[in-house]
């Protein structure tokens, strides 16, 4: 099993940044894919930046170039760095683990999630 416990989410401007954190426990080899899915108001979860056990990252088209996915496993924490944020960034950040297989930006093929940290652009 693996927890998962999101921080990091406020309210930024457009153009601002915000630095999202996801400290995980539990099984270590559900935390070696894992990533970042949001999910905004009527609309589905959608996947936003993944990392594979090898460093391989995945970014979804909407934020490549503006968001960074980063793992610190001495920290067992996982990072999304945002920048240029825009109002269509706003949403509920969730962070996940647990891969299955397939697409990493596919929230079905993940098993854990953490409770999500609100983010709010103006």
């Known amino acids: 099993h693996v927890q998962l416990v999101e921080s990091g989410g406020g309210s930024a401007q457009s153009g601002g940044s915000l630095r999202l954190s996801c400290k995980y426990s539990?099984?270590?080899?559900?935390?070696?894919?894992v990533g970042w899915f949001r999910q905004a108001p009527g609309k589905e979860r959608e996947g936003v930046a993944a990392?594979?056990?090898?460093?391989?990252?995945t970014y979804a088209n909407s934020v490549k170039g503006r968001f960074t996915i980063s793992k610190d496993n001495a920290k067992n924490t996982l990072y999304l760095q945002m920048s240029s944020l825009k109002p269509e960034d706003a949403a509920m950040y969730y962070c996940?683990?647990?891969?299955?297989?397939?697409?990493?930006?596919?929230?079905?093929?993940?098993?854990?999630w953490g409770q999500g940290t609100q983010v709010t652009v103006s």
């Open positions: 996940a683990a647990g891969w299955y297989g397939g697409s990493r930006l596919q929230a079905s093929n993940f098993r854990y």
């Open positions: 539990g099984n270590a080899g559900s935390t070696n894919s």
């Open positions: 990392r594979d056990f090898d460093g391989r990252t």
